[in-house]
């Protein structure tokens, strides 16, 4: 079993923390990390994946952040950043391209929203 560096985005505690994900169970993995049941992916410029809460935003409570080089709408509830590797298999895991530092510059926390029903 392969391990692969990634990053967990903490939108309440404002953190970005490094975690190690498998090549296995990758969807269960995103879903413990983030607390959802199902994930959208969104694609950085250098090829790595944002992997969000697609319910996120109908989710009370949520906290939000801004990744603009790769998203115009807020970002609601935890992310997980992966390298993603494209082949003819489909898309694997691979460690991230993205540093730390350049996560932390490209994120803008927000203030709680409050979503109107």
């Known amino acids: 079993m392969a ?3 990634a990053f967990l985005i903490d939108p309440k505690g404002r953190t970005v923390s490094a975690i190690l994900l498998s090549d296995e169970s990758q969807l269960e993995q995103f879903y413990k990390h983030i607390g959802c049941h199902d994930v ?3 694609t950085f410029p250098n090829g790595d994946t944002a992997w969000i809460d697609d319910e996120g ?3 009370g409570g949520q906290d939000y ?4 080089d790769i998203h115009h709408d807020p970002i609601a509830g935890k992310c997980v950043v992966t390298g993603t590797v494209w082949d003819n298999k489909g898309d694997n895991l691979a460690d991230c391209k993205t540093t730390v ?8 926390w ?3 929203i409050a979503i109107a029903a």
């Not at 530092?101 to 803008?108: D, M």
């Open 110 to 112: 927000m203030d709680h």
């Open 65 to 68: 952040f801004l990744l603009p």
């Open 57 to 59: 935003p109908f989710v």
């Open 40 to 42: 959208d992916a969104l």
């Open 3 to 5: 391990t692969f560096k």
């Open 101 to 108: 530092a350049e996560l932390v510059a490209s994120i803008t």
